[in-house]
């Protein structure tokens, strides 16, 4: 069964803290992978997606995929209240978008 | 450039009934999937369709079928509706398929509730 994994959490990190989201997949096939938060009640929205290998920065936010570990991790700097929501990590290793059960980040300040 | 818009946003049905969503993507992408989301189970994948065909399909019934327009529009439906079927139904649209296929983004989703 091919699968990505996240700790559920919830996360608690506080506000101006880099919060650090972490995501493991199994199908050394996937070439495309994603970050997407959701708050309660909301669907799924894009933070960022990434192909390469290294990071990838957008504000406060940085992806890093590793492909020999087959490790994702997403990165927010100075976490606001605003960041507290669920994170979904999902990769790609056909036509469908596999998800994870996706960490509960919670920011206190 | 509009979102993903689904129609209806709620809706609540019985038991045995059978229900129809439907999916406008962003205006360009082709590309159509379709997600049933439950506390329980996550965010779990129904369907993919692209240029009017199935691309793939996920773990689910038969009672679970979709179909996409030549505008790219697309309906899912449910048969014979279960309590267990109860849960957010969202649709995702991408300019193309493919593990290399770019992002989706998603619409509002339904919610139906079954009795």
């Known amino acids: 069964q091919k699968e990505v994994e996240q700790n559920s959490g919830p996360l608690s990190v506080p506000e101006g803290a880099i919060a650090s989201l972490n995501c493991t997949y199994s199908?050394?096939?996937?070439?495309?992978f994603f970050w997407y938060r959701q708050y309660s009640g909301k669907s799924p929205e894009l933070i960022m997606f990434?192909?390469?290998?290294g990071d990838k920065e957008d504000g406060r936010f940085t992806a890093q995929l590793n492909k020999a570990s087959q490790y994702v991790s997403l990165l927010i700097r100075d976490s606001q209240p605003s960041d507290s929501a669920t994170y979904l990590c999902?990769?790609?290793?056909?036509?469908?978008?596999?998800f994870g059960s996706g960490t509960r980040l919670s920011i206190r300040p | 450039k509009a979102g993903v818009t689904q129609t209806p946003r709620y809706l609540i049905k019985t038991r045995g009934q059978q229900v129809t969503l439907s999916c406008s993507p962003i205006?360009?992408?082709?590309?159509v999937s379709w997600y049933q989301q439950t506390p329980g189970q996550g965010l779990q994948f129904l369907f993919e369709?692209?240029?009017?065909?199935?691309?793939n399909k996920g773990n689910f019934p038969g009672r679970f079928s979709g179909r996409q327009f030549s505008n790219s529009r697309s309906e899912m439906n449910v048969s014979t509706l279960e309590l267990g079927d109860s849960a957010l139904y969202l649709c995702?649209?991408?300019?193309?398929?493919?593990?290399?296929?770019?992002?989706?983004?998603f619409g509002p989703g339904t919610r139906l509730t079954v009795l």
């Open positions: 999902a990769s790609r290793p056909t036509s469908k978008i596999i």
């Open positions: 199908d050394r096939g996937s070439q495309s």
């Open positions: 990434i192909y390469s290998n």
């Open positions: 205006s360009g992408h082709r590309s």
């Open positions: 369709y692209f240029s009017e065909t199935q691309r």
């Open positions: 995702a649209s991408s300019w193309t398929s493919g593990p290399t296929g770019d992002t989706q983004y």
